[in-house]
């Protein structure tokens, strides 16, 4: 999933206009600001904190932490998307999350 996200910044460098259009301190319509950014940073952090973290909290911990970070995400996704190809990449981050949920409601408590 954050490896979607990160390929997703990256194809929307290509895009024509779009370094003029942040270089002039706007991304979409909106004004890029410093509590922008630090939400932009907190989005991605969080999957980074996941991977960190999944291996070290207990059992139960784990599936809810996992659950309701991916919760999160997917609103991040849906309220994210601003072209179509956003819609691509939506689809394939909140399928990564639903697969994540998944797996952690199927795991087994280890021995």
């Known amino acids: 999933m954050l490896l979607n996200t990160l390929f997703q910044e990256m194809h929307e460098i290509v895009e024509p206009g779009f370094i003029e259009e942040v270089s002039g301190g706007t991304l979409n319509g909106t004004e890029i600001t410093d509590g922008l ?3 932009a940073g907190l ?3 969080i999957p980074l904190a996941m991977v960190v973290l999944s291996r070290v909290l207990p059992f139960s911990a784990n599936r809810w932490a996992n659950t309701v970070t991916a ?3 997917v609103i991040a996704s ?3 998307i601003g072209d179509p190809d956003d819609v691509l990449f939506a689809i ?3 399928t990564g999350l639903v697969a994540i949920v998944a797996i952690v409601w199927r795991m087994r408590r280890a021995r």
């Open 37 to 39: 950014l630090v939400g």
């Open 43 to 45: 989005v991605l952090a």
């Open 71 to 73: 919760a999160t995400m």
């Open 78 to 80: 849906v309220t994210t």
């Open 92 to 94: 394939a981050k909140i």
